[in-house]
């Protein structure tokens, strides 16, 4: 019981300090140009929320998902081979940075068209 305890209050607090952050960054590139601005926070948003994967010794191909911030750092402390870092680090946070940054111009795209 206490495990889930546990867990529970990790991932919340994740959470938290991800949503603190966001925030923080939105309030720092607030005078900065538009598509500047959806260009950070969508880095922030990848980092944070995007998922990679951390290589494992067990079978070949095998891999953990985690949050891409997660899985850089424990990708560095484990010196993972360059190759799988590359796969699931660094691919990953390509993919998310590209789908996310996409989703929030054409949102921004959509909201400045419907005020006109």
Same mark, same amino acid.
């Given at each position: 019981?206490?495990?889930?305890?546990?867990?529970?209050? %990790?991932?919340? @607090?994740?959470?938290?300090?991800?949503?603190?952050?966001?925030?923080?960054?939105?309030?720092?590139?607030?005078?900065?140009?538009?598509?500047?601005?959806?260009?950070?926070?969508?880095?922030?948003?990848?980092? $944070?929320? @995007?998922?990679?994967?951390?290589?494992?010794? &067990?079978?070949?191909?095998? &891999? $953990?998902?985690?949050?891409?911030?997660?899985? &850089?750092?424990? @990708?560095? %402390?484990?010196? %993972?081979?360059?190759?799988?870092?590359? +796969? @699931?680090?660094?691919?990953? $946070?390509?993919?998310?940075?590209?789908? %996310?940054?996409?989703?929030?111009?054409?949102?921004? +795209?959509?909201?400045?068209?419907?005020?006109?």
């Amino acid at each position: 019981m206490f495990d889930y305890f546990i867990i529970l209050l %990790i991932t919340v @607090g994740y959470l938290g300090l991800s949503y603190i952050t966001i925030r923080q960054v939105r309030k720092w590139t607030k005078s900065t140009s538009n598509y500047c601005r959806e260009i950070i926070i969508s880095l922030s948003y990848t980092l $944070f929320f @995007g998922i990679g994967l951390v290589a494992s010794g &067990g079978g070949p191909g095998f &891999g $953990f998902p985690c949050p891409i911030l997660l899985a &850089g750092a424990l @990708g560095i %402390i484990f010196e %993972i081979p360059f190759e799988q870092f590359l +796969k @699931g680090v660094i691919y990953s $946070f390509i993919f998310w940075w590209v789908l %996310i940054l996409l989703i929030s111009l054409i949102r921004n +795209k959509l909201r400045t068209k419907s005020t006109k």
